[in-house]
């Protein structure tokens, strides 16, 4: 099992930037696909992003597609989401998560998920 915890989330203004962190406690994190899900008030919780275990690859929801950029570190145990050109309907929750098959966008793939954390973007 694959433990994982999110930090980074914050308030910004459109147009801002933040850039999210996802540290992996487990023993088994630089062999697994990792993704990014978001879940806004009232809506379902949806795919943003994933990237493979190497991190030669990676898949983007279109809304996000040219903003955001997720990358890894295996040597360090870490994920990273950068998001840029922020816009108020990015405002949810964030989760990073592990163990689905590389490109996978349906949260039913995954294993592990972490705890999330807020993004808030408003004027």
């Known amino acids: 099992q694959v433990q994982l915890v999110e930090s980074g989330g914050g308030s910004v203004q459109p147009g801002g930037s933040l850039r999210l962190s996802c540290a992996a406690s487990?023993?088994?994190?630089?062999?697994?696909?990792m993704g990014w899900f978001r879940q806004a008030i009232g809506k379902e919780r949806e795919f943003v992003a994933t990237i493979n275990w190497s991190g030669a690859e990676t898949y983007y929801a279109d809304s996000v597609k040219g903003r955001f950029t997720t990358s890894r570190d295996n040597a360090k145990n870490t994920g990273t989401l950068q998001m840029n050109n922020l816009e108020p309907e990015d405002s949810a929750v964030y989760y990073c998560a592990t163990g689905g098959l590389f490109g996978s966008t349906r949260r039913e793939s995954y294993d592990d998920w972490g705890q999330g954390t807020q993004v808030t973007v408003s004027s």
């Open positions: 487990g023993d088994t994190f630089s062999r697994v696909t």
